[in-house]
């Protein structure tokens, strides 16, 4: 099923709820199969650099199929992917907080967050993909 305008915005509910209990201000984007983007929500104070990343962080995760900590493990120097993060314009992002959306095995979304440390991106962006 493709992520619909209602999932995404159910995801980013539940990403925000969490960000809420961390107290610290998010932003979270959800993108379709395609890598476009289903729907963005900037909390108030949330970093502006925010919304750039966290639309790439959710692209990432559908571009290469990975979560975007796995991206950056395998994107260092020395690593089979050293570079990727220089791939698609610089798009790919290659630390926490982007998780695919997989449904039966396959990719069809993804999910960023970004705001907060790279622990607390994740867990926003767990959570919302939780309510998947």
Request: glycine content about 14%; proline content about 3%.
């Amino acid at each position: 099923m493709p992520v619909t305008l209602q999932a995404a915005r159910r995801m980013i509910e539940a990403a925000k709820a969490k960000a809420d209990t961390l107290g610290v201000p998010m932003v979270v984007a959800v993108v379709d199969a395609g890598g476009n983007l289903a729907a963005l929500d900037r909390q108030d104070d949330a970093l502006l650099v925010s919304i750039d990343l966290a639309r790439d962080k959710a692209y990432s995760a559908v571009a290469v199929k990975a979560d975007t900590a796995t991206i950056g493990s395998l994107s260092q120097p020395g690593a089979e992917l050293f570079g990727l993060g220089r791939a698609c314009g610089g798009r790919i992002v290659t630390f926490g907080g982007g998780l695919p959306i997989v449904e039966n095995g396959r990719v069809v979304g993804g999910i960023g967050v970004s705001g907060g440390s790279v622990a607390q991106d994740t867990a926003c962006a767990e959570a919302g993909l939780a309510a998947y």
